[in-house]
């Protein structure tokens, strides 16, 4: 009888445990980075068209994203990323054919996506990269998963410039 | 001949009737408590090439030339002040969250650098909208020093 109480007991501390465990990690931002990802990659190709494909994903992303799993604090957080985020998406994925000007949006985009990785995680290891010549000489950064440099503001012209800043886990 | 004038007189009456439906204006005399202007710090010079260049469209308060009592003419007008509100409102700027106030700043120092606005057609009926190389550097270290100044804010 002992047993079957302590074998009760144990069960139900694993289940809760358990669904404490996926509730906390339902809060995926993976569509974001995947085509943040897709559009960074785009851009280092020079491909306009590849960038405004993946910034209208994204906006399908912010679309979609369910944020009734998140906590009041992290709902203000997202929200406040949101509303910019998406006008930068909106904005590369109408502009397919002028690279100069998604590119402006892009600078601004990676920040928004930066505090999205840093406040949620990204699920993956990133880097965040930095070229002091890029956005007129102002300096630009952007993340990327791979370690080699490959410049998404300067594309093929100067692929290799800049370096890593960050390691985001 | 008969038919002619069937056709003068049908265009004649159509061209009579659009001038009695007037989109609403946009205007609006007061300054808002969420206008650009008192949020970051705003020289008069600075206040007056935006109202000169900008708030046209992106204001509460069109200043409207007398062709615009013409129609269609200003149903064209009522679209352009629709899409250019949408996109950045001056009027309107201090109801944005913090991270959007810098991105439309950097936003208003990109399309005056890059001459996308003020827009060529606006600049053609608006001489006075038509920024020198002085103005255009005026403005663009003004939107500097006002995202300096909110950075540190927030």
Redesign the interface.
């Known amino acids: 009888m002992k047993s079957i109480f302590i074998g009760l007991v144990i069960a139900v501390s694993t289940l809760t445990a358990s669904t404490a465990k996926s509730t906390q990690s339902t809060v995926s931002i993976k569509e974001f980075v995947s085509s943040y990802l897709q559009m960074k990659n785009a851009f280092t190709q020079d491909n306009s068209t590849g960038a405004a494909d993946a910034g209208e994903k994204m906006e399908v992303a912010f679309k979609n994203f369910d944020k009734s799993v998140l906590t009041p604090v992290q709902k203000k957080t997202f929200e406040?990323?949101e509303?910019?985020a998406k006008?930068?998406a909106e904005h590369i994925g109408k502009n397919s054919g002028n690279i100069?000007?998604q590119r402006?949006h892009f600078?601004?985009l990676s920040k928004?996506i930066y505090d999205l990785v840093k406040t949620f995680g990204a699920g993956q290891v990133l880097y965040k990269d930095f070229d002091p010549m890029a956005n007129?000489g102002k300096g630009a950064f952007w993340l990327s998963e791979t370690k080699d440099i490959k410049n998404p503001y300067m594309g093929k012209a100067m692929l290799t410039s800049g370096s890593i800043k960050e390691e985001i886990k | 001949m008969r038919l002619l004038n069937k056709i003068l007189i049908s265009i004649g009456t159509l061209i009579i009737g659009i001038q009695f439906f007037r989109p609403a204006l946009n205007k609006s005399n007061q300054v808002t408590d969420t206008d650009i202007s008192k949020i970051v710090t705003t020289s008069d010079t600075v206040q007056a090439l935006l109202k000169n260049a900008c708030y046209d469209c992106h204001s509460n308060n069109t200043n409207y030339p007398w062709y615009s009592n013409i129609q269609p003419v200003s149903w064209l007008m009522a679209k352009h002040i629709r899409q250019g509100k949408e996109e950045l409102n001056f009027s309107e700027f201090g109801s944005?969250?913090?991270?959007?106030q810098?991105?439309k700043l950097?936003?208003i120092a990109?399309s005056i650098?890059?001459d996308?606005m003020p827009l060529s057609s606006y600049k053609l009926m608006h001489k006075n909208a038509a920024l020198s190389t002085y103005e255009e550097e005026l403005l663009i270290k003004w939107v500097q020093q006002a995202r300096d100044s909110l950075s540190v804010k927030n």
């Open positions: 406040d990323v509303a910019d006008e930068h100069a000007h402006e600078v601004l928004d007129n | 944005y969250s913090p991270r959007r810098l991105s950097n936003g990109n650098r890059d996308i």
